[in-house]
């Protein structure tokens, strides 16, 4: 029978890794922090037609994937199932149906070769993304966490360990920018879309920040900038006056991300660590990169960015989750169930 308590360490281990938590199938192989194959399978050009995820289609898709994306990537590692020391898999946060696929499959996968299974949170994927940068990178470090679901600055304080500085009251920064390529008229997904339109733009419209200023603790809100940017664009229209959309995206653009990189360089500093870290879809904009870049320089900090790939959801960063649970022997038992949401930290 599987039994966890029967599994012996290796110190380089081959781990698979399954994403399946929204519209993207997922799989890589890791040898180690090496990423030998990373592959993804995406929903996301038929979700587009609806314009947004339709949590059926992104269940369907998925099991009509979760195989051949397997496939493609053992076959891309140049590895047999039987190579594999540990399978790791997303378990939430995310659309339940979706995640059932690549959980289930992970899971049933494990079981037959009897290595350990690794039930990944999401979140923790995104942030483990760093070591796939820079493989020897070693906590502690400040991270800034900006997805479609999560906006905050952590305390990354070991491998397994972090603690929450400060995050979002309302929507996450993704999710802003989400709305605000819904009201420019841009295609999903928004966030791409907002940052193509804003390099032609200006940022010269006062949108208020995403910081909420005068807060004991360090907070975001993300609803005033949104409704500033409606009314902006309903203003424009009810008067009869061009709408300067590339202006929009761009004030929008800036106001969204100069706290959180602002914020993320005062954390480290405070925090008195060395290096920052990053990771996240949000993370894969263009201006935030060069923006914390330049603030990291600035105050003498070291900046681990993953590449853009490797910050919007994909599977080689939850078998780097998986590696660090692998390591510290935090293997998981079969009876693992799917769950749509998890609290940070
Ligand atoms: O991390 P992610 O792929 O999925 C979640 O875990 O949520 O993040 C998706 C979010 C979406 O809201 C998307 O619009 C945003 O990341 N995003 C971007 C960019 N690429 C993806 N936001 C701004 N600029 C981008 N280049
Ligand atoms: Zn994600």
């Not at 959980?103 to 494990?110: E, M, P, R, T």
Request: proline share 5%; charged share 20%.
């Amino acid at each position: 029978m599987y039994d966890t308590s029967k599994f012996v360490l290796k110190s380089e281990p081959v781990i698979l890794g399954i994403e399946s938590s929204c519209d993207e199938t997922a799989c890589a192989v890791l040898r180690g922090r090496k990423i030998l194959s990373n592959r993804i399978i995406s929903s996301a050009a038929e979700q587009a037609k609806y314009g947004g995820v339709v949590p059926e289609i992104a269940s369907r898709m998925h099991t009509e994937a979760v195989d051949e994306v397997c496939r493609l990537a053992l076959a891309d590692a140049g590895m047999r199932p039987s190579d594999i020391d540990c399978v790791a898999a997303t378990y939430g946060a995310g659309l339940l149906g979706a995640l059932l696929v690549g959980l289930s499959f992970a899971k049933a996968f494990a079981c037959v070769l009897n290595v350990p299974f690794v039930a990944v949170d999401h979140i923790r994927g995104h942030i483990a993304a760093a070591y796939l940068d820079k493989p020897d990178l070693e906590p502690p470090f400040v991270t800034l966490l900006a997805s479609g679901g999560h906006t905050a600055v952590l305390h990354t304080l070991s491998h397994t360990r972090f603690e929450v500085l400060g995050g979002t009251s309302d929507d996450a920064a993704g999710e802003a920018f989400d709305k605000c390529a819904r009201v420019l008229g841009l295609p999903y997904p928004g966030g791409p879309s907002v940052q193509k339109l804003a390099q032609s733009g200006t940022p010269c419209i006062d949108f208020p920040s995403a910081l909420v200023k005068n807060s004991q603790s360090l907070r975001f809100s993300y609803s005033g900038l949104k409704t500033a940017v409606i009314n902006y664009c309903h203003n424009a229209e009810q008067r009869g006056e061009p709408l300067r959309r590339a202006d929009v995206a761009a004030s929008f653009q800036r106001a969204a991300i100069d706290p959180l990189v602002k914020k993320t360089v005062e954390c480290a500093l405070a925090k008195g660590v060395k290096t920052v870290t990053a990771g996240g879809g949000v993370v894969a904009n263009s201006y935030l990169r060069s923006s914390l870049n330049e603030a990291c320089l600035k105050a003498g900090l070291e900046i681990v960015l993953p590449e853009k790939k490797f910050c919007t959801d994909n599977a080689a960063m939850i078998a780097s989750e998986g590696l660090n649970q692998y390591m510290a022997g935090n293997f998981s038992p079969l009876s693992v169930n799917a769950a749509a949401a998890i609290p940070l930290g």
